[in-house]
């Protein structure tokens, strides 16, 4: 709007005309009204558009902020989580435990009762924990030949009961124990040195743990083993062996061999460092002095005389008996 235009426009009543109240007719009476003067200009510059008032000035440390110790009800429980303290405020839920914390020390022996091993191209896990008592079944005997052929001991009295509530799960970590530690100990040609003696019936491995451990034995270990002793063979072991000798090669069953003590092992192989358990060395004397007793025995009882020696021989006058 121009200025022109506002000079043209007239100016707004200052007064409100009256009725009389009486019916006479009299002359009206006019109430004087004020009013603020009001400004339609739209042609205000940007300065006093932006003008504020000095009152408006706000003072930051007159404000009333609530205190750091005030205690704020927050009725949201998606929140608690955060603050377990939250929980025993509302009484809704119970106390959270904390976690507890693993020393360096701890944590290294939590990673000891596991071992990953690959057996045929294929990883395994075995729980060192199940099998600690009974790591004793396989242990290295030293060599024998030129120094590089490896002698490896596998005590079957060392086996867990069959009749144990965990038995199989043992016998699962154990055959991949068994397994893995023969390919670590075996660099080259290398004999087995089985001590079947002064070992239970419940302790002895199964048929088909047998079969499996020869299965999952490796192609290379097989070739390169050259002997396999049985030391104290049972007529259990013996009847293991007759069933498995058609599912089994030619060249393996050849390589097995029956030693029935102690003394007959010295000669076949070196035992500087082949560990025999106690439990087998009493058993190699107690069947020592059975063997030598029944010599004795045999010694003083004599020959049995035959019937046909009896029978053919001549009287003194030289008849034959009729």
């Known amino acids: 709007m121009s200025t022109a235009d506002r000079d043209s426009r007239p100016a707004p009543p200052t007064s409100l005309p009256l009725q009389g109240g009486g019916g006479g007719g009299g002359p009206a009476q006019r109430k004087k009204l004020s009013a603020p003067p009001i400004s339609l200009s739209l042609d205000q510059s940007e300065d006093e558009l932006g003008e504020t008032p000095d009152d408006l000035d706000i003072d930051v440390d007159d404000l009333d902020t609530p205190d750091e110790g005030d205690n704020l009800d927050y009725t949201d429980h998606e929140m608690d989580w955060d603050d377990p303290r939250a929980a025993n405020r509302s009484g809704a ?165 029956y030693v029935n003590s102690l003394d007959e092992l010295r000669e076949l192989i070196p035992m500087e460092y082949v560990h025999i358990p106690e439990c087998i060395i009493r058993l190699d004397e107690e069947l020592k002095e059975a063997t030598e007793g029944s010599k004795i025995n045999s010694f003083l009882l004599g020959p049995e005389p035959s019937a046909s020696r009896t029978q053919n021989k001549p009287d003194e006058a030289g008849v034959s008996p009729s």
């Open 93 to 257: 839920r119970e106390p959270v435990e904390p976690i507890p914390t693993c020393s360096a020390e701890e944590e290294r022996q939590e990673g000891q009762l596991w071992r990953a091993v690959v057996i045929g191209e294929q990883e395994h896990r075995i729980n060192m924990k199940s099998i600690e008592p009974y790591q004793k079944v396989i242990s290295h005997g030293g060599y024998y030949g030129n120094g590089v052929h490896a002698i490896i001991v596998f005590a079957a009295c060392f086996l867990p009961d069959s009749d144990s509530e965990d038995y199989h799960e043992v016998m699962e970590n154990l055959f991949l124990y068994v397994i893995s530690t023969l390919e670590l100990m075996v660099a080259e040609d290398y004999m087995i040195v089985y001590l079947n003696g002064a070992t239970p019936h419940r302790r002895m491995p199964g048929l088909g743990w047998l079969k499996r451990c020869y299965q999952m034995i490796d192609r290379r270990l097989r070739k390169n083993l050259k002997s396999f002793i049985i030391v104290h063979p049972s007529w259990f072991i013996r009847t293991i062996l007759a069933i498995t000798r058609p599912f089994i090669s030619t060249k393996f069953s050849n390589k097995i061999k």
